[in-house]
């Protein structure tokens, strides 16, 4: 039987690669970046996945600018900051890293190298393993972003090595042209493949967003929804805001019987 604990539902609301093209709902300054983060968490987000852009709108790791969206988002509402350690395909390491140092509640940590549409995501192991010891090392919690199934594998090995330590938090990101396709039966086995105990979200890319969160609500895991991963809000229809992509999930898994956690509840559920 799963455990049907309360959902975490998880907003992604910039990403590295979406732009105001894509849709012009984007948020992209701070200021922007705040106010949306606020009504997510108004209609049930309780982490949010943060990037940052710089004035160009073009995506980028800067301390500065991740404070000022920090500080401000702090001050509109109490939900979880998870910085993002991914950036953008053509970052250097330091420069990814450099968020962590703000010592928010989590930050990302891809355990793998995947081909990222034309780009490839590189993270050779070496660097996963720099990456792991500095987000420990500032006392924050790391989500293993996980683009295709040997990915889990590595962030064991971290642990066997006493660098991160059970439980882990897994995001499954499913639908990446180059990733592990969005398909149910490979979420079926993501999930078999993590150790008891463990916690999970699914990140579905595209059209894979609602029917991979769906399944997640029904299985017992959590959920992330958001312009990073998916623009539309059906087919041809573009989502009005990441706020209305939060509150279908919130109403999807009442509906199923999931009440969505509290950044406290969530807090709670995922040790921090
Ligand atoms: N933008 C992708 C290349 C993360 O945030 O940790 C990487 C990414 C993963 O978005
Ligand atoms: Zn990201």
């Known amino acids: 039987m799963v455990k049907l604990d309360k959902l975490i539902l998880t907003v992604a609301p910039v990403g590295a690669e979406t732009t105001r093209q894509d849709n012009p709902n984007l948020p992209l300054t701070p200021e922007e970046i705040a106010q949306e983060v606020a009504l997510c968490a108004e209609k049930g987000a309780s982490i949010v996945h943060l990037h940052v852009r710089d004035r160009e709108g073009k995506a980028t790791q800067s301390r500065d600018v991740f404070e000022k969206t920090l500080q401000l988002i702090k001050k509109e509402?109490?939900?979880?900051?998870?910085?993002?350690?991914?950036?953008?395909?053509?970052?250097?390491?330091?420069?990814?890293?450099?968020?962590?140092?703000l010592k928010p509640e989590m930050a990302t940590l891809t355990t793998g190298t995947v081909n990222f549409g034309d780009d490839v995501f590189s993270n050779p192991p070496g660097m996963i393993e720099y990456f792991a010891r500095e987000i420990v090392a500032h006392g924050v919690k790391p989500e293993i972003e996980v683009f295709d199934v040997g990915m889990i594998q590595n962030a064991l090995t971290l642990v066997k090595k006493g660098i991160l330590s059970f439980p882990l938090h897994f995001d499954f990101v499913m639908g990446v042209p180059g990733g592990i396709p969005g398909d149910p039966r490979h979420l079926l086995h993501l999930v078999?493949?993590?150790?008891?105990?463990?916690?999970?979200?699914v990140a579905g890319i595209g059209r894979f967003e609602l029917s991979l969160a769906?399944?997640?609500?029904?299985?017992?895991g959590n959920v992330r929804v958001g312009f990073e991963d998916n623009i539309f809000y059906?087919?041809?229809?573009?989502?009005?805001?990441?706020?209305?992509?939060?509150?279908?999930?919130?109403?999807?898994?009442?509906?199923?019987?999931?009440?969505?956690?509290?950044?406290?509840e969530a807090r709670r559920i995922l040790g921090l």
């Open 214 to 220: 769906t399944q997640a609500i029904l299985m017992g």
């Open 192 to 201: 078999e493949s993590i150790p008891e105990g463990c916690t999970w979200t």
């Open 77 to 101: 509402c109490d939900i979880i900051l998870q910085v993002s350690t991914g950036g953008a395909v053509w970052m250097t390491p330091e420069e990814r890293l450099q968020p962590v140092t």
């Open 234 to 264: 059906k087919k041809g229809e573009l989502a009005e805001s990441n706020a209305q992509l939060v509150e279908r999930i919130w109403r999807l898994s009442g509906e199923l019987g999931r009440t969505v956690a509290t950044p406290d």
